[in-house]
């Protein structure tokens, strides 16, 4: 890729992550914030100078756009997806996007909060990356390169794809959704309107990885309702939420099943968000592991806990609600034999060395493999997302917009 391309591929990120479009799991609406779908037209206007072909935008912020086939023969189509929204873990307000051009090495301390600091230890790709350009925050809200490095490095193939008509490719679905971050992004997505054989989120940190298989996931709220009265005559009355609750998450296992003490396809159970007062206090909390039946037993491990705080507190309701978030896409890739090793190919072919991998997380690949479009995610350079200390590089942005214009080529090459 050319420095101006390069140049514009920044440009173009930049300008994506200073539209706030953080989610809010608590909102009924969809997309679950109205902000979302400023970027979502945005993105709509842009295929459409592109001059990409079927450029629609649902009420729900879905955007879907073609890249128009060169080849002789009717090829595959595939498709090519990214969410426009932020997790509601960390603000995405009034993002300050901080340019490290020629990154000297070393540690990154964040102006706008001297105690957040990307420390090289933590980060050891950044070794790989002195010389290059390193984008961060300025300490005080995330990034957001989960997923809007996603966002344009997609926009930056297809455009690529556009300007350069001699490059043999079939039909191209670009897909950007909105609420991934809270579980909902193919919530009002229908794999017959994306109308492809596979597709490929790119939703992925550093380069040249596959992840073909994620986490299954589900999502546990704890209600404890109690007895409110003024403390003053709370002897034999009050029967206080938080305390319950808060006994309730002390006892979670800590040593095991915590994000904290786990690695590699190791489960957890994550109490994320709590909020309440005496009268009534809830805690919500995320299940993951890499084999669906484990989902099961961390609930019976939330039940056990809420029977013997039931006896414990004959006064409280103690509640546990299990929604399902989304499955591992392993078992689903299958339906599509060749999604996977054309992504080796597109990677190899990029010049990087394929690495096929597992994710601890989820993507709507997930979803979207499930509902029967098989959707393996891709390397887009996102590090600790949904943190302050977020951050991305053109490099990897760049080699994640040269693998999918060696897929659309790898695709090419097949017939219908």
Avoid at 325 to 342: C, F, H, I, T
Wanted: proline share 5%; net charge negative; charged share 20%.
């Amino acid at each position: 890729m050319a420095t101006d391309e390069r140049e514009q591929l920044l440009e173009r990120f930049l300008r994506y992550v200073k539209i706030d479009t953080q989610a809010d799991e608590h909102s009924q609406t969809s997309p679950s914030t109205m902000k979302q779908l400023d970027l979502s037209r945005m993105l709509a206007d842009e295929c459409l100078q592109l001059g990409l072909q079927d450029v629609s935008m649902s009420e729900f912020g879905i955007v879907m756009a073609t890249v128009p086939s060169t080849t002789s023969h009717r090829g595959p189509t595939i498709a090519w997806l990214a969410h426009v929204d932020t997790s509601p873990e960390t603000s995405g307000t009034n993002v300050k996007p901080i340019v490290h051009r020629n990154y000297a090495g070393g540690d990154i301390t964040l102006p706008g909060d001297p105690s957040q600091i990307i420390r090289v230890d933590e980060n050891p790709v950044l070794r790989d990356l002195i010389g290059g350009t390193i984008i961060t925050t300025d300490g005080t809200t995330l990034l957001g390169a989960d997923d809007k490095a996603g966002v344009a490095v997609i926009m930056a193939a297809a455009e690529q794809l556009m300007k350069r008509r001699n490059i043999e490719h079939g039909p191209i679905r670009l897909v950007f959704t909105c609420d991934e971050e809270i579980g909902r992004g193919t919530q009002h997505l229908r794999v017959a309107d994306i109308n492809a054989v596979c597709g490929y989120t790119l939703d992925g940190d550093s380069q040249g990885m596959i992840d073909c298989e994620t986490f299954s996931a589900d999502q546990a709220i704890v209600r404890v309702t109690g007895v409110n009265t003024h403390p003053s005559v709370g002897k034999d009355v009050m029967v206080n939420a938080i305390r319950i609750l808060s006994d309730f998450l002390t006892a979670l296992p800590r040593t095991t099943l915590a994000p904290e003490t786990t690695c590699d396809r190791q489960g957890f159970i994550h109490p994320y968000s709590i909020e309440g007062g005496v009268a009534q206090a809830e805690a919500r909390l995320i299940l993951r592991d890499f084999e669906t039946s484990q989902l099961g037993v961390y609930a019976l491990i939330l039940e056990n806990l809420a029977i013997e705080l039931r006896s414990e507190n004959p006064k409280a309701k103690i509640e546990i609600e299990i929604k399902q978030q989304y499955r591992n896409m392993r078992d689903g890739l299958s339906k599509e034999p060749r999604a996977v090793p054309k992504a080796v190919e597109a990677t190899a072919a990029a010049g990087l060395t394929p690495q096929t991998t597992i994710v601890r997380g989820g993507t709507d690949g997930s979803l979207l493999t499930a509902m029967g479009l098989p959707t393996p995610n891709l390397s887009t350079g996102e590090h600790n997302p949904h943190s302050p200390r977020e951050w991305t590089s053109v490099e990897e942005m760049q080699s994640a917009v040269n693998v999918l214009v060696q897929l659309a080529i790898a695709w090419g090459r097949e017939e219908a």
